[in-house]
């Protein structure tokens, strides 16, 4: 089968799937969620930790950390979405710049497969950083985990950033300010108004996934009212 019939089917299926939920469904009170991350375990851990408390007749999460790049962990995520037994009503995909060169591309192609694309540009350390400051200077992946350290070691002197620490949400939490956070991604995302993403540096989209996963009911308002 070629890869053109191949996407025709999966589209078929996924089109098959929504037309069942909407001849079926009645107001929903339940969300399904598919993250899937590049990071391994630092951005699975965040999101885990986000919604650990969150009302599950509301809101479930199937969180995922492949250790992949751009491109390939867009399409994982449209292969998850399309093999799994659960119907998901969201599926994003979170993912940094870095060095990768297929940054533009992974974008649009998780846009036209309607994938929600929760990137950063360089690092997914910028979100954590916004907790505490605004920075409007693009500077690498180090340089944001030495000025997080600066922050938090204002509170705890001994302090020391590493990746896959679990505790990094409860320090965001007790130290930063969510609030302030997403308001600072949003004053950076509003510098930008063209389609090359790679060179929004820096700027991350991670707060929308936050807000939505902070506020799961908006979702489902607009899902009833369709």
Known sequence: MSSRAI??????????KHD???????????????????????????????????????LSVDVLGMGESTCRLVRTAMEERDKSPIEYDRVWAVFDKDDFIDFNEAIDLARSNDINAAWS????????????????????????IEALNREIRKYEPEYSYAKNDRATFAIL???????????????????????????????TKVHHLVMELLNPEKVLTKINED
């Open 7 to 16: 996407r025709e089917l999966r589209e078929r299926t996924r089109k098959e």
């Open 121 to 144: 540009n360089e690092s997914f350390e910028l979100w954590y950083y916004l907790h505490f400051q605004y920075l409007d200077t693009p500077i690498t992946r180090a340089q944001y």
């Open 20 to 58: 069942k939920k909407r001849k079926v469904a009645t107001r929903r009170v339940h969300l399904n969620y598919l993250i899937v991350c590049e990071g391994e375990q630092t951005e699975p851990n965040y999101f885990k930790a986000l919604v650990g408390g969150r009302n599950s007749r509301v």
């Open 173 to 203: 939490c007790q130290y930063g300010n969510l609030d302030m956070a997403i308001r600072h991604a949003e004053r950076l995302e509003a510098f930008y108004h063209d389609t090359n993403y790679a060179t929004h540096k820096p700027c």
